[in-house]
Structures are given as structure tokens and as C-alpha cells.
């Protein structure tokens, strides 16, 4: 039994931003990303149209490690951490375990802010 999901992590929250192809790049070389991460057993990574499942394999408070996999069975691998200052996140990806097929993707993002906002409503005067 696992009590990995229940350690605390700053990550926890949403992170958005680019992957840039660093290795065997095709015509992409950047892609939209969003990182979700509800505890170090739930993370998510989405990289449009795709999804991908992390496996976290090593979770600190401000580091998420583990293999993720997508939609079609490919198998590669996420290194992400978390700077506290600029609340920001980066690492690699690469979406294959074998390095001569893998395309690999340094990370940057930022958290989204999670607040919830207040809708105002003017009142008309008439």
C-alpha cells in the first residue's frame, strides 16, 4: 500500500505553457501543454488533443518524477519542478523510453491562477 498520494506538494494547482522540441524535432518544435496536479498520485498532463497519465516514480514537495503514457500506449518520461520564487515550472519530457525515437520537450510554464473570481453585475439604471 502507497501513501505517496497523500504527501503535501506546492505543485498542487494547474501549470500552463510551452513544451519546445529539443531532440528529434519534426515540424513542431513548440506545443501548448497544461500540467494538472491534484497530489503526487494525480497528475495529469495535457498536451492537446492528447492526455497523458503520469506515473510519478519520485514526488517531492517541489518536484514530480515518473513516467507518463499516452492515449495510443507510447511511453516516455516527465521531470518537472517547481520554482517557489516565480512560480514557475520547468524539466523535460520525452514521449518515447527510447531515445533514438523519442522526441524530447524541455518544459516552461506558469501556474494558472486557481482563485475563484467574482462575477460583478451592473446594475442598469434606467
Request: hydrophobic fraction near 30%; charged fraction near 20%; charge should be neutral.
Amino acid at each position: 500500500v502507497s501513501t505517496q498520494s497523500t504527501w503535501g506538494t506546492y505543485l498542487e494547482g494547474t501549470f500552463m505553457g510551452n513544451l519546445t522540441c529539443t531532440s528529434n524535432c519534426g515540424e513542431t518544435t513548440m506545443r501548448p501543454f497544461q500540467l494538472a496536479v491534484r497530489d503526487c498520485g494525480n497528475v495529469l498532463l495535457q498536451i492537446p488533443p492528447d492526455q497523458w497519465h503520469v506515473d510519478t516514480s519520485r514526488c517531492l514537495p517541489t518536484e514530480v518524477v515518473g513516467t507518463i503514457t499516452g492515449p495510443d500506449g507510447a511511453v516516455g518520461f516527465l521531470e518537472a519542478s517547481l520554482n517557489e520564487a516565480s512560480d514557475t515550472l520547468s524539466g523535460y519530457m520525452t514521449n518515447d523510453t527510447d531515445p533514438r525515437n523519442a522526441v524530447g520537450y524541455s518544459i516552461s510554464g506558469i501556474r494558472k491562477n486557481t482563485r475563484p473570481r467574482r462575477l460583478w453585475k451592473r446594475k442598469r439604471v434606467s
